[in-house]
């Protein structure tokens, strides 16, 4: 069974920072693969960025901005989000799962495990 909890969500103003935690309590294995999603209000989960096994891959919209990490020894994955805007505003999710590969990882379809999200809203 995999727990994933994040933290680190607030309301900030545009141009400020922030980093995502999401704590992940699963196995190794069941949680091989992990990435961040967003939802607005209104729109469908669209994902961030995500490990593969080439390495990290990031949306086209979070080139930039947004910094995937983990640390393995705390199983920590961070988001670090830089000049935030108010279209950053979401739910952010970190999500888990034995297996993705390449662009799919991105694909909220991939993942099997979900945390309860965490508020991120940007002010102008």
């Known amino acids: 069974q995999v727990q994933l909890v994040e933290s680190g969500g607030g309301s900030v103003q545009a141009g400020g920072s922030l980093r995502l935690s999401c704590a992940d309590s699963g196995d190794p294995i069941t949680s091989a693969f992990m990435g961040w999603f967003r939802q607005a209000p209104g729109k469908e989960r669209e994902g961030i960025a995500a490990e593969t096994r080439r390495g990290t891959i990031y949306a086209a919209s979070a080139k930039g901005r947004f910094t995937l990490s983990r640390d393995d020894a705390k199983k920590i994955l961070y988001l670090q989000i830089d000049s935030l805007k108010p279209d950053d505003t979401a739910m952010y999710y970190c999500?888990?799962?034995?297996?993705?590969?390449?662009?799919?990882?991105?694909?909220?379809?991939?993942?099997?495990?979900w945390g309860q999200g965490t508020q991120v809203t940007v002010s102008s």
């Open positions: 999500a888990a799962s034995k297996w993705c590969a390449g662009d799919a990882c991105l694909r909220p379809e991939s993942f099997n495990y």
